[in-house]
């Protein structure tokens, strides 16, 4: 099964709120990633998550927060976003905590903040 | 440096037709990884294929076969006899144990008219 599922798959938030998006595998992965894609471009890595530990964070603003609760699930926390983080958000996993492993990519969370 | 790049933004197929794709990288390394990933209008993408620097052999799957060139540093993608399902953005990527996250390319959108 290679599988990654995330939810929700669309997300509508103001400027104050605070969610969270989520992502889960069972392909028993050890790296886990989050990407930001604008449209007509190529996925930008935020953050890797190797052994349920931060990895690599890109130098993203505070305003994303991600989470590891368990080597299946990944979530990302959003609070005081602005117009711009408006993206396709990807989640996606690995078999082995290096970048030459191929990933894994859910389907995405279309998000929008107005 | 590294870098990939997909000098065809946009190509239109008529259902049938067999179509290239080309990718061209540059890197440094010795070893390194190559890659190939789908993306459909549901945003997902869809790993195709990883390829290691010390394996030449070109590779067949279905309607799907791969050139992989080191003299010239490529690793085209070819589709025979296109198909509607085909229509997607595809992008050629680039990694090495020495990187800290994938290389993607600026990806080709495909469309395949029926």
């Known amino acids: 099964d290679t599988e990654v599922t995330q939810t929700p798959k669309h997300l509508v938030m103001g400027m104050t709120n605070k969610k969270s998006l989520k992502c889960e595998q069972h392909?028993?992965?050890?790296?886990m990633y989050w990407y930001k894609q604008k449209a007509k471009k190529p996925p930008e890595l935020m953050f890797v998550?190797?052994?349920?530990?931060?990895?690599i964070n890109e130098s993203v603003p505070s305003r994303f927060s991600p989470e590891c609760p368990n080597s299946s699930l990944l979530n990302l926390h959003l609070h005081a976003l602005q117009p711009e983080d408006s993206a396709l958000y990807l989640c996606?996993?690995?078999?082995?905590?290096?970048?030459?492993?191929?990933?894994?990519f859910g389907p995405g969370t279309r998000l929008t903040v107005t | 440096a590294q870098k990939v790049t997909q000098a065809q933004t946009e190509i239109s197929v008529v259902e049938k037709e067999d179509v290239t794709l080309d990718c061209v990288y540059e890197t440094r390394d010795t070893t390194y990884y190559l890659f190939w990933y789908k993306q459909p209008p549901s945003g997902e993408l869809v790993f195709l294929i990883r390829r290691n620097s010390f394996d030449e052999q070109n590779e067949i799957s279905g309607r799907y076969s791969w050139n992989f060139q080191k003299s010239t540093s490529s690793f085209n993608f070819t589709i025979t006899a296109s198909q509607v399902v085909d229509s997607a953005v595809y992008f050629c990527?680039?990694?090495?144990?020495?990187?800290?996250?994938?290389?993607f390319g600026p990806g080709t959108s495909l469309s395949v008219i029926p």
């Open positions: 392909m028993g992965h050890r790296a």
């Open positions: 990527a680039l990694s090495a144990p020495s990187y800290d996250k994938v290389i």
């Open positions: 998550y190797s052994y349920e530990k931060l990895s």
């Open positions: 996606a996993s690995s078999q082995g905590d290096s970048n030459t492993y191929e990933q894994y």
